[in-house]
């Protein structure tokens, strides 16, 4: 391995270098190859990783792996445009705006944060007012409800900002409908409204968010949702994004920050600016004037980077303590406590409380 | 008769995005634009091959097949349950 | 992990870490002749784990990961360490195969031509291609055919062969004791010896073979011989395929140009003698 990296167990932060410069892998021996390899796996961004090593010449037995994963990618990509297409037909006749989220969006919109990118359920973004309408254009359409259990409907239907998630009959793919980015637990309510004004047509009938907004949503979902599961990838997709929208919009970052400011998101954009330069050299700007926007590194950046990057050389989830932290942490921004503690109780008592280990 | 059978035009897939495979009495369909592969028999490929690109409404549809093809049972019922199993496939759309 | 062991098994290299040795050793003694992955990089991770770490000593159980995963895979006593593991590469080969198109056939080769045999399980696809083995044939794989889109060739995947309950008896009485694993009681799956395929199946699983017959066994049924169509053959082969989907028009034209090019019959045998005298017959008459 590279001399950098021989004194210390691999982790996340392997798959970050690897992807920050691809060239820094011409370094690497037959063990952290497989070390890479595995955490990238862990991580879904194998395919990544296969489309950012594109011009590295790489070990034969690995260049094989890749070419599977480029593969593997691309078809996930046809698939997964083939499932927005297949919703855009069923809601057509509603007249909405049909706003594609997340991968989907990426590759839609032919970014690069879409390139080799794993893509799995298909997310949504409609009108609040018309979630009754496409809840039954959907059901009409083939699309299913996933699990009849009282306890989640209502969950879901009172705080959540979705409709319970459906799965299509035929193509046992999943669609999640949002009406917000966020839940109404949390104490952040977005525009919704204003996200649907500013979207844009990525393609006939259907748009994706705008790019400051495709960025928001991106951290929002980071902090906010996932209780930063699958943050390297997260943090990547951000990356990408703001690379390639400040080469077009010279002004990209104060529009972000105002955009970040207007949903009430703006701690959440700096601190995933803040780790996404740390992880991958992400050059995004500080102000001082209009917005007093300061990206330097926080003590407490290192505690979200420590679980960002909590992968060993095996794609096994290391660090639990933190894991934990973060995972009631997430609950507890979601939801009033009070309603944490229901949530809880009720998923106790049905014997699945925790995050997987292993 | 449904109104919508004069006005609706039905529409084949993009031919550059299928490819189809003739077995034995059943053809094997990938259609690239989803991804999915459909087995399909008479009167599915006849369907296919008479909508073309261009598209025709389900009467024109019925009076084409009746004639290119002697199809006896070609009545307006199966064909509508036909062309409705072929637009959930996607290999088929409707405008 | 504390105790590591890897292996390439036809064109495909595994890693797989233990928390305990006794499967490992295991291991290391049956895919002794085997060689180690191409470059050295595996294609795939197994991981055998303890649930709970006090779970190494106390009542072990072996709980399998890997690269991919079933979330309701339940765990294994120790003693079965080493079906552990098989398992585990079986998962990763059946969610995470990319490059071949995946089979669940086995395959036996003579005069570089195949012969894939495939149906459900409890068919004896296991046992007919060890016994077959042990009739001249080169054993390509027990449990999975992999077929290259680039060529139209099969590739081996020459495993342990896996006999279960009555069929281990079968392959015992023609083989030496000292081809076979220790004999696992109790599984999930019954009574299970692992059966260790020739040298001649080992120096030579690299070379892929041409695809000429594939046969659909039945065991338990007066002996009987039918030809099956290409589009039973299509959708019998997609249904016995793991990747199928994954590999889009790739797998469509691997598939659609195996069942256009090759024959294919049904044959229905009472015991394992009438079995090796149909596969012959329908093998002259292909």
């Known amino acids: 391995m590279g001399r950098a990296l021989m004194f210390r167990a691999p982790d996340g932060r392997l798959l970050a270098r690897a992807l920050r410069l691809p060239e820094s892998t011409l370094e690497l021996d037959a063990e952290g190859w497989t070390a890479l390899l595995a955490i990238a796996r862990a991580e879904q961004m194998l395919g990544t990783l296969a489309w950012r090593l594109g011009e590295v010449a790489v070990p034969p037995a690995v260049g094989r792996i890749l070419g599977d994963a480029a593969r593997s990618a691309e078809q996930g990509r046809v698939v997964a445009l083939w499932e927005a297409e297949a919703a855009r037909r069923a809601l057509a006749p509603l007249g909405e705006r049909i706003v594609l989220l997340k991968g989907t969006a990426f590759v839609a919109a032919d970014l690069r944060a879409g390139q080799g990118r794993s893509i799995g359920d298909l997310d949504i973004l409609v009108p609040r007012a018309a979630l009754d309408r496409v809840e039954a254009a959907l059901l009409d359409a083939g699309w299913e409800w996933v699990k009849p259990d009282p306890y989640d409907d209502a969950y879901y239907r009172q705080w959540m900002h979705e409709l319970p998630p459906l799965i299509h009959r035929d193509r046992d793919r999943m669609i999640d409908v949002h009406h917000t980015i966020l839940p109404l637990t949390a104490r952040i309510t977005p525009n919704a409204a204003a996200l649907l004004a500013d979207a844009v047509e990525v393609a006939p009938g259907l748009w994706a968010l705008s790019p400051e907004d495709m960025v928001v949503h991106a951290a929002a979902h980071l902090f906010a949702d996932g209780d930063l599961a699958g943050g390297i990838r997260n943090l990547w997709d951000i990356d990408q994004l703001c690379r390639q929208f400040a080469v077009t919009q010279p002004d990209f970052y104060v529009s972000l920050y105002e955009r970040a400011s207007e949903e009430g998101l703006s701690a959440q954009v700096q601190r995933a600016l803040r780790l996404c330069w740390q992880l991958y050299d992400t050059p995004a700007v500080g102000y001082t004037s209009p917005i007093r926007i300061d990206l330097n590194k926080r003590w407490s950046d290192r505690l979200y980077l420590r679980r960002v990057t909590a992968r060993d050389g095996w794609g096994r989830a290391t660090r639990p303590v933190t894991r934990m932290a973060f995972y009631i942490r997430s609950h507890w921004l979601r939801m009033p406590p009070a309603m944490l503690a229901r949530h809880l109780w009720t998923k106790w008592r049905k014997g699945g409380a925790g995050p997987a280990s292993g | ?95 | 992990m504390k105790h590591v062991f890897s292996v390439a098994i036809g064109p495909v290299g595994f890693r797989i870490g233990s928390d305990w040795r006794a499967p490992i050793a295991q291991l290391e003694t049956l895919y002794g002749a085997y060689p180690k992955p191409a470059g050295d990089v595996p294609d795939f991770t197994v991981r055998l784990f303890a649930a709970r770490p006090w779970r190494r000593v106390l009542r072990p159980s072996v709980m399998i990961g890997g690269d991919f995963v079933l979330p309701e895979a339940a765990p294994l006593p120790l003693a079965q360490g080493l079906l552990a593991a098989e398992m585990g590469m079986n998962l990763q080969m059946a969610l995470g195969q990319r490059r071949y198109l995946l089979l669940h056939a086995s395959v036996v080769e003579r005069d570089g031509e195949a012969l894939v045999m495939t149906g459900v399980s409890g068919a004896g696809k296991s046992t007919l291609a060890a016994l077959l083995s042990l009739r001249g044939w080169r054993l390509m794989g027990d449990e999975f055919a992999l077929l290259d889109p680039e060529t139209g060739q099969l590739y081996a995947f020459p495993r342990l062969v896996s006999l279960k309950n009555a069929s281990i008896a079968t392959v015992a009485a023609e083989a030496a004791e000292d081809r076979f694993g220790p004999l696992l009681e109790g599984t999930p799956k019954g009574t299970i010896r692992h059966f260790v395929p020739d040298a001649q199946a080992i120096t030579t699983m690299t070379q892929p073979a041409c695809p000429a017959l594939i046969l659909f066994p039945s065991f338990g049924f007066e002996p009987a011989a039918r030809d099956v169509s290409p589009s039973e053959v299509f959708v019998r082969l997609t249904q016995a395929s793991t990747n199928y989907v994954a590999l889009g028009e790739r797998g469509f034209d691997a598939l659609t140009r195996l069942v256009t090019s090759v024959p294919a019959r049904a044959i229905d045998y009472p015991d394992t003698a009438s079995a090796i005298a149909q596969v012959e017959a329908a093998w002259a008459a292909r």
Not at chain 2, 78 to 88: H, N, T, Y
């Open chain 2, 1 to 95: 008769m449904d109104p919508a059978d004069d006005t609706v035009l039905y529409r084949m897939a993009r031919a550059e995005s299928l490819s189809i495979v003739h077995l034995d009495s059943f053809a094997a369909v990938y259609h690239r634009a989803s991804g999915i592969t459909h087995l399909i028999t008479a009167p599915a490929p006849e369907i296919l091959a008479t909508l073309g690109e261009a598209g025709m409404t389900r009467v024109a549809l019925l009076e084409r097949l009746a004639r290119d093809y002697a199809l006896g049972d070609a009545d307006a019922e199966v064909l509508r349950e036909r062309l409705d199993e072929l637009v959930a496939t996607g290999l088929v759309s409707r405008a």
